[in-house]
């Protein structure tokens, strides 16, 4: 085991030298990658809209609205989009009644990016702190996306007073992952997470629709955050800091806490297959479980007239 540590400790000097060695091409090369040119301040947010509230590891970006009395439902996003991807349920349940938060991760849309690990300690400080700053203090139902499935999971079982029901739309479901080697060596994994993975991410968000072409606008949207310092940070951390963890203990841990739990799939997902529908279920057993047609990682976009009703209903049962 020790000869295997030294041996990778070896092979990581030696890629940072090749790239080190790289001189001017490997400079223009990041350059031309390098599309983090703003910061990310009050000049920026000025025109924007929603709200932003400053928490203890920065300026988060959240949107709050429906009747002040009525029940709280908190929409959690995924790894890279931002708030927005929650646009047709976040009007369908604030048009039912409801009370609904949203809000940008750190290091995604217009909130902060500190220079920190994005691990599950700080996602679920972002959420506890801002639900105390907005002064929400009773049990409120919480929603999760990709990404925000584990992130609201883990929030329900740390804080279980604070949570009356969750709802997963194709959560990430992950027994955790050793990055790879270039993308643990410091100067290193900078440099190919910029010319390798960031150059990929924008169209990569069309294998989350069936349908990619219906939604524009949405793919437009999506590069203005990357413009703003940090987001890079945010997303290389996430991936060594979050996404390598094994989550599936978390679920486990919802279904034992007898939770009421709602759990939507996109049978053509690509993203989190529709394969992982089964193992989610086995661990929360009790989850009420619908299989979207036609649709893949968003069905609540792709399919608002199918999904919405369903979890309007469910939220109103509780």
């Not at 194709?170 to 440099?191: H, I, K």
């Not at 996404?243 to 806490?257: C, H, K, V």
């Amino acid at each position: 085991m020790r000869v295997l540590k030294i041996a990778g400790k070896i092979l990581a000097v030696a890629l940072l030298l090749a790239v080190l060695m790289g001189g001017p091409a490997c400079y223009l090369q990041y350059r031309r990658c390098n599309l983090e040119t703003l910061p990310m301040d009050d000049a920026a947010r000025a025109l924007v809209p929603g709200s932003f509230v400053n928490l203890p590891n920065g300026a988060t970006h959240y949107e709050l609205a429906g009747p002040a009395g009525a029940r709280t439902v908190v929409l959690v996003h995924g790894f890279s989009v931002p708030y927005y991807i929650w646009d047709p349920t976040f009007d369908a349940l604030v048009k039912a009644g409801f009370r609904v938060l949203r809000y940008d991760l750190f290091g995604r849309g217009w909130s902060d990016r500190p220079d920190v690990a994005y691990d599950p300690d700080f996602f679920d400080a972002q959420l506890t702190q801002l639900l105390a700053a907005l002064g929400i203090s009773g049990p409120v139902d919480v929603a999760g996306i990709s990404m925000g499935g584990p992130i609201v999971t883990t929030f329900a079982n740390r804080h279980p007073e604070r949570v009356r029901s969750v709802v997963l739309f194709d959560p990430a479901y992950d027994a955790g992952f050793a990055p790879p080697l270039e993308l643990r060596v410091p100067v290193l994994n900078e440099f190919v997470f910029c010319v390798k993975f960031m150059p990929n991410l924008p169209a990569s968000q069309r294998e989350d629709f069936v349908h990619p072409e219906r939604y524009p606008e949405y793919f437009a949207r999506y590069e203005t955050q990357m413009r703003y310092k940090g987001f890079r940070h945010a997303m290389l951390s996430t991936v060594r800091d979050y996404l390598s963890r094994n989550n599936t203990g978390e679920y486990a841990r919802l279904g034992r806490s007898g939770k009421p739990v709602l759990l939507f799939w996109g049978k053509a997902d690509q993203d989190v297959p529709y394969a992982l529908s089964d193992k989610v279920r086995k661990d929360v057993p009790q989850a009420e479980f619908h299989a979207i047609d036609d649709a893949a990682h968003v069905p609540f976009m792709e399919h608002p007239e199918v999904v919405h009703p369903i979890l309007i209903e469910f939220l109103r049962r509780r």
